[in-house]
């Protein structure tokens, strides 16, 4: 079947680095994606990986290995603001997402 | 400028009443997506649509129905709402062709009570 496995929760402190990691199986693949939601609000996209490695922009890296399954997003120099939901996707050989429970992240003073 | 947009926001309703969510975009896009997200899920795909007339089921699409009369719209119908289906609904839609980098830009979300 399909999966997509990341941690529920994690607390960082502000000024921090802290990386979410993203384990998936999926049926074929075409991509992953990192997504940001506030409480609240809706998902806002934050970066696509397709091939291996790491794609940085600003504050925000993400990384892929498509051998391993396996994705990390990285978030640099940590402000308040950063607390939110961090969903995971990847798309499948159909082009549908197939989507990660997502991970909380609490930024502490 | 181009947004995407749903109503009601908030919405409470009886078990057995029929309800249509409405989503609405400005960006001229071809596809359109409806998700469910409930605590402790991923986002769950319940209909989608690439283009006029065309649309298709997604995992969780029993009880559910769409149309897709124009490029704008996507209303949702839930044909008899049940408890179970009490959730906060997304409508998404990403431009173009198919292919792996489109992303997907979300609406405000729908929070729907059935009692």
């Known amino acids: 079947g399909q999966n997509i496995d990341q941690p529920t929760e994690m607390t960082a402190t502000e000024g921090a680095i802290v990386q979410i990691n993203c384990t998936y199986q999926?049926?074929?693949?075409?991509?992953l994606f990192w997504y940001q939601q506030h409480a609240g609000e809706a998902p806002t996209f934050l970066s696509y990986?397709?091939l291996d490695g790491l794609e940085e922009k600003g504050r925000f890296s993400s990384f892929l290995s498509r051998s391993k399954g396996y994705s990390y997003l990285l978030l640099k120099e940590l402000q308040m603001k950063d607390s939110a939901s961090y969903l995971c996707?990847?798309?499948?050989?159909?082009?549908?997402?197939?989507w990660g429970a997502g991970t909380k992240l609490i930024i502490k003073p | 400028d181009a947004e995407i947009t749903q109503s009601p926001r908030h919405k409470i309703t009886e078990t057995g009443r029929q309800v249509t969510l409405a989503c609405h975009q400005t960006?001229?896009?071809?596809?359109m997506f409806w998700y469910r997200q409930d605590l402790g899920h991923g986002l769950r795909l319940i209909h989608y649509?690439?283009?006029?007339?065309?649309?298709n089921k997604g995992e969780v699409s029993d009880g559910y129905s769409v149309s897709r009369s124009n490029t704008e719209d996507l209303p949702l119908t839930l044909e008899s709402a049940a408890s179970s289906q009490t959730s906060v609904y997304f409508c998404?839609?990403?431009?173009?062709?198919?292919?792996?980098?489109?992303?997907?830009?979300f609406g405000p979300g729908t929070r729907l009570t059935v009692l």
């Open positions: 996707a990847a798309m499948d050989s159909n082009y549908q997402l197939i």
């Open positions: 999926t049926s074929g693949f075409n991509g």
């Open positions: 649509s690439y283009g006029v007339h065309d649309t």
């Open positions: 960006w001229n896009h071809n596809n």
């Open positions: 990986n397709v």
């Open positions: 998404a839609s990403s431009p173009g062709e198919i292919s792996g980098g489109n992303e997907q830009f």
